[in-house]
């Protein structure tokens, strides 16, 4: 006989889970009861639930595991939704665990009482309550499926107090085996006689299941046919920038050669993207339902081919299945496409370039610093603002896997992701970019780093504003300024009250001695960055964008 706190966890153990984060609930203390017997699975203590199911959420990305959340009804929930939705725009496997009131008070609006399945239904793979403690099993192995079955996502299962509570005897389910889609030969000849026909072709790179492996598959296919590749936005890790065939990121700020690419392009391979609002420039590069490129459309889930664009050539294929079958490919004798690839490769090293924008300070050229002086396996973790965008086009990242930055755009992902990132991968520097407003939504994580002795590093651009709502304010609004300038506190001193080292850069030259020493340090670091409000943008300065420039 086990209660259920104890059957649960015990399923994550035979799921091969050996993390959790958590804001602890009175809701699921049997569930922590089990974790405390746990000589597996580490029990990480957050401090909001939105850091927390970041935190899931990055360490999904970082292992290619389901993160695994647990959090308290009703507000607890409600913070960890973002989390959630960042999962979900970025199929990312994860499974959150919600602690519900009992049984005997359901449907009467018990304290802090929520409606799971309901409210989560429209932007997770799966919600489900489990009402029955001998089902635990049952439950916990298929929420492990979905998350990483197909196109991969977040799972959320609802956990009544008494079921928890309860005794009863089952018998623990089998660890989880995903199957792993390929192409099949015929697809693959069909691809080779496409590519043989082609003048214009490009392939675009992102999406789940990918590995080491795969990168490397990749670049050994893009050398063979000289082949322009670029990452979709927030996959730039997926191919090494430095590599010859690397021609840019489809993203935000798009460089116009690349851009202009994709869109006259008469082959184009899409592998593991969605091809969604960001990728296609707000999608402008291909036409909908059907794109005047040839489409090459690779994905795991069938589902997700002809959401939006329909294929030429359709295939329900992983990342790692297809990149194996690129072996069988034979490159033509002339290819005709070389020059091509060329230009669009000068035209991304010329984008790298920082452009000139006003202050001591000048981001574009931290970050070209900060590229230069990291490993090639350190990982690299944003939210978003226009600071990201710095990062976006300014960092060349070089392995699979040294980027976690959400899709989504949510702000204050890139504290709990460095935290998760460290947690997966000791041994790796971990970086986290993030604006002071976009830093401000999680930092009480800090406090989490501090505790389990993380020496993860927290670049801050500080601009004082919310730097992408004024930048669109001052654009469609001029001088109609509200709700985007930002008072702020000394992030250095922040930083040491926590216990972390706190470093202040006033000029672009004291960056990289104050990197360096955070690099060396045992503790978290922050380094705060001092901006002109006037640098908004890679490209514009405040006045230009105010100006219509």
Known sequence: MRHGGKILIDQLEAQGATTVFTVPGESFLAALDGLHDSNRIKTIICRQEGGASMMAEGWGKATGEPGICFVTRGPGLANAMSGLHVAQQDSTPMVLFVGLPGSAHEDREAFQEIETKSLLSSFVKWAAVIRHTERIPEYVSHAFHLAQSGRP???????????????????????????????????????????????????????????????????????????????????????????????????????????????????????????GEMTTSGYTLLDIPNPKQTLVHIHPSPDELGTVYRADLPMVATAAGFTEALASLEAPATIAWSGHRAELRAAYEAHLRPVALPGAVKLAEVVRAASAMLPDDAIITNGAGNYAAFVHRYFEYKGYRTALAPT????????????????????????????????????????????????????????????????????????????????????????????????????????????????????????????????????KTLTEVRQGG
């Open 408 to 539: 989504s755009g949510s702000m204050g992902y890139g504290l709990p992701a460095a935290v998760a990132a460290k947690l997966a991968h000791p041994t790796l520097p971990v970086v986290n970019f993030q604006g002071d407003g976009c830093f401000m939504m999680t930092s009480q994580e800090l406090a989490t780093a501090v505790q389990y002795g993380l020496p993860v590093i927290s670049i801050i651009a500080n601009n004082g504003m919310y730097g992408t709502i004024r930048m669109h304010q001052e654009r469609e609004y001029p001088r109609r300024v509200i709700g985007t300038t930002l008072v702020n506190p000394d992030f250095a001193a922040f930083a040491r009250s926590f216990g972390a080292e706190g470093f202040t850069v006033e000029a672009t030259s004291d960056f990289a001695p104050a990197l360096q020493s955070a690099l060396q340090s045992t503790k978290p670091s922050v380094i705060e960055l001092k901006l002109d409000p006037e640098a908004l943008s890679p490209r």
């Open 153 to 275: 996502g977040p799972v959320v299962l609802g956990l009544p107090e008494d079921m928890l509570a309860a005794e009863c005897t089952a018998a623990d389910a089998k660890q989880v085996r995903i199957p792993s889609p390929r192409p099949n030969p015929e697809d693959m000849a069909e691809l080779q006689r496409r590519l043989h026909a082609a003048k214009r072709p490009l392939m675009i790179i992102g999406g789940p299941g990918w590995s080491v492996a795969a990168q490397k598959a990749i670049e050994r296919f893009a050398d063979r046919f000289d082949l322009p590749v670029a990452p979709a936005f927030r996959y730039q890790d997926y191919i090494d920038n430095r590599h010859r065939c690397h021609v840019g990121c489809a993203g935000i700020g798009i460089e116009p050669t690349l851009g202009a690419a994709i869109k006259n392009a008469d082959l184009l391979i899409v592998l593991g993207a969605r091809m």
